[in-house]
């Protein structure tokens, strides 16, 4: 169940039009309907990364609950570290073409360069050459 910060992929989520109560059950509720939904469903990669990379607490997001996604998280890199390590090592870039490099959509890289350029790890500029969109570089050193 999708129900924060719609992006293009989701409306094609087999739980549109089901009811989001069984995608975020309470406290010892069964999580099998939403999973068996989940299980169908054409985008269930995308939404599992989508709700990984912005740390997304409640709720079954591709077929994994809350307990199963904290384990996974545990286990990889955050989509800032990611979006990070890119620019140090490729250099400055756009979010398209930074979505690209990490396979994932430009919406979840939107909002790891947020974060990374208000803790003042990357900064934003338009480069002299207008077709150019707003270009992001790494402002700290490894
Ligand atoms: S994986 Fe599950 S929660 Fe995500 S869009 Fe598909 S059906 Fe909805």
Redesign the pocket.
């Known amino acids: 169940?999708?129900a924060v910060d719609p992006e293009e992929w989701?409306v094609d989520?087999?739980?549109r039009g089901a009811d989001p109560d069984i995608?975020f059950p309470g406290q010892g509720e069964a999580t099998r309907p939403a999973k068996a939904?989940?299980a169908t469903?054409p985008?269930?990669a995308a939404?599992l990364e989508y709700a990984l990379d912005n740390g997304i607490a409640h709720g079954?997001?591709?077929?994994k609950s809350e307990r199963e996604r904290r384990v996974m998280r545990g286990n990889r890199p955050t989509m800032q570290a990611r979006v990070l390590r890119h620019l140090r090592t490729h250099g400055p870039a756009d979010r398209r073409e930074i979505a690209t490099a990490l396979d994932v959509t430009e919406g979840t890289v939107s909002s790891a360069l947020q974060k990374l350029v208000a803790y003042g790890q990357v900064s934003a500029y338009i480069p002299r050459n207008k077709s150019r969109r707003n270009t992001y570089t790494a402002t700290e050193q490894p």
């Open positions: 169940m999708i989701m989520g087999a739980c995608f939904i989940c469903c985008i269930r939404c079954i997001w591709g077929g």
